[in-house]
């Protein structure tokens, strides 16, 4: 079955603007969840959505924000962009997301100038 | 929140069973232990996942002591191909999944 599919997989905006990433789950799975990674933080929890609802949020500033559609498909959107949001976001999705296995996709790898 | 710690690195050969080992002191009633391995420029990928004992599968084996204050992946006969990064996490058993990763251990495999 296709795995997660993230869009677009680099992306390079400066600082100030916005940006909207998106991720499309496996087929039947209806948890979304969004990571940053980077080299000094590591993998952060940003948020997860359930049926269109946003069920957990990690702690990142009111910027970054994320919505889920009918589909399961999820965008997750940065505005006002700072030179510390380049990062590489990576989307997960389950099935249910309690202690069911997570699939990962490649990741938007976003570079800010 | 259950925290994990585990080892930054290891070095292995070729051949090896490699065991990396993760501690989880307040880990709570209900959570799992799962691990991930991931490679540069890619998502995490799961490996496995238990609750208490031991879990086997094609790739590895999690061993999980009965106060399941720390939990043991063991890779058998590992390859070149087992270099990356491997993440020991505390799922939440509760409404949603918040994957706390924590800074995971960096497997060396030489031959």
């Known amino acids: 079955k296709a795995g997660v599919t993230q869009t677009p997989r680099y992306l390079i905006k400066t600082r100030g603007q916005q940006v909207t990433l998106s991720c499309s789950p496996i087929?039947?799975?209806?948890?979304v969840s969004w990571y940053q990674q980077t080299p000094g933080q590591g993998l952060q929890f940003l948020f997860e959505?359930?049926?269109?609802?946003?069920?957990n949020k990690g702690n990142f500033p009111g910027r970054f924000s994320g919505r889920q559609f009918s589909n399961s498909r999820s965008e997750m959107n940065v505005s006002t962009l700072e030179l510390g949001d380049s990062a590489l976001y990576l989307c997960?999705?389950?099935?249910?997301?309690?202690?069911?296995?997570?699939?990962f996709g490649q990741g938007t790898r976003l570079t800010v100038v | 929140l259950a925290k994990t710690t585990q080892p930054i690195s290891m070095d292995s050969y070729e051949g090896q069973e490699v065991n990396i080992t993760c501690s989880h002191n307040?880990?709570?009633?209900?959570?799992?232990i799962t691990w991930y391995q991931q490679f540069p420029s890619q998502g995490p990928r799961f490996i496995i996942q238990?609750?208490?004992t031991k879990v086997t599968n094609e790739v590895a084996s999690l061993f999980i002591p009965a106060d399941r204050k720390s939990s043991t992946l063991s890779l058998p006969r590992v390859s070149l191909s087992d270099t990356a990064v491997y993440y020991c996490?505390?799922?939440?058993?509760?409404?949603?999944?918040?994957?706390?990763f924590g800074k995971g251990t960096t497997l060396s495999v030489s031959s």
């Open positions: 238990g609750y208490k």
């Open positions: 307040n880990i709570a009633t209900n959570d799992y």
């Open positions: 996490l505390v799922a939440y058993n509760q409404a949603g999944t918040a994957l706390i």
């Open positions: 959505y359930f049926s269109e609802t946003q069920r």
């Open positions: 997960a999705s389950s099935f249910s997301g309690q202690n069911t296995e997570a699939f």
């Open positions: 087929s039947g799975h209806r948890s």
